[in-house]
């Protein structure tokens, strides 16, 4: 069984930074991702993580301003979030994946998720 908790979510200002992490249980040598919900939208991609830290993707709304990590010894995956902006506030939610991939089908484990506030 596999458990994944995000903590870090929180008030920002426009401009201000966050760190996400996301503490995993199990089996967790998976592309880890993150994505975000909006209120009245769907849950989009926002970044993805290799099982080894090799490789990354993003989204293009979030490239260059925010940055996925993993630490495998603490098992916990990070979405540093810098010059955030109003529209980036959401619940964002770490998942396991089984490949790589922008679709939530393709992962199968999901935390709890956790909000982040952006203010202007």
């Known amino acids: 069984q596999v458990q994944l908790v995000e903590s870090g979510g929180g008030l920002a200002q426009a401009g201000g930074s966050l760190r996400l992490s996301c503490a995993a249980s199990?089996?967790?040598?998976?592309?880890m991702g993150w994505f975000r919900q909006a209120p009245g939208k769907e849950r989009e991609f926002v970044a993805s993580?290799?099982?080894?830290?090799?490789?990354?993707y993003y989204a293009d709304s979030v490239k260059g301003r925010f940055t996925i990590s993993r630490d495998s010894a603490k098992n916990t995956v990070y979405l540093q979030m810098n010059s955030l902006k109003p529209e980036d506030t959401a619940v964002y939610y770490c998942?396991?994946?089984?490949?790589?991939?922008?679709?939530?089908?393709?992962?199968?484990?999901w935390g709890q998720g956790t909000q982040v506030t952006v203010s202007s």
């Open positions: 199990g089996r967790t040598l998976y592309v």
């Open positions: 998942a396991r994946g089984t490949s790589g991939s922008i679709y939530e089908s393709r992962y199968d484990y």
């Open positions: 993580i290799s099982w080894s830290g090799s490789s990354t």
